[in-house]
């Protein structure tokens, strides 16, 4: 299972950004999905998933601003964030659970200054 994402950088405060990430290795489109984030000296913290049916769920800190979704065709994740604040800067991870293993890929950097 690899899972590579993509799409961070540095933003301004109020600025958007598109993260995405492919996964291979796993039957794509039954699985549920996840984005994750991690920010210096802080626990990781889901940001949001969506199921194989496209069913989302959001952090409460992101809901109206982010929006996830999925390519089952490309074997995508996508994390669509608008109206970025300083407070979202962390590395984002992609994840997915296969047989009872969390997979992560390598995190992608999102820096918002104000």
């Known amino acids: 299972v690899q899972l590579q994402a993509s799409g961070g950088g540095s933003v301004q405060a109020g600025g958007s950004l598109r993260l995405s990430c492919k996964a291979t290795?796993?039957?794509?489109?039954?699985?549920?999905l996840a984005w994750y984030r991690q920010a210096p000296g802080k626990q990781r913290e889901m940001v949001a998933t969506?199921?194989?049916?496209?069913?989302?769920n959001y952090a409460n800190s992101v809901k109206e601003r982010f929006t996830v979704s999925r390519d089952n065709v490309w074997r995508m994740l996508y994390l669509q964030m608008d109206n970025l604040q300083p407070e979202d800067t962390a590395a984002y991870l992609c994840?997915?659970?296969?047989?009872?293993?969390?997979?992560w890929g390598r995190g992608t950097q999102v820096t918002v200054y104000r």
């Open positions: 994840n997915v659970i296969y047989k009872g293993t969390n997979y």
């Open positions: 290795g796993i039957n794509f489109k039954i699985h549920e």
């Open positions: 969506i199921g194989a049916s496209g069913t989302t």
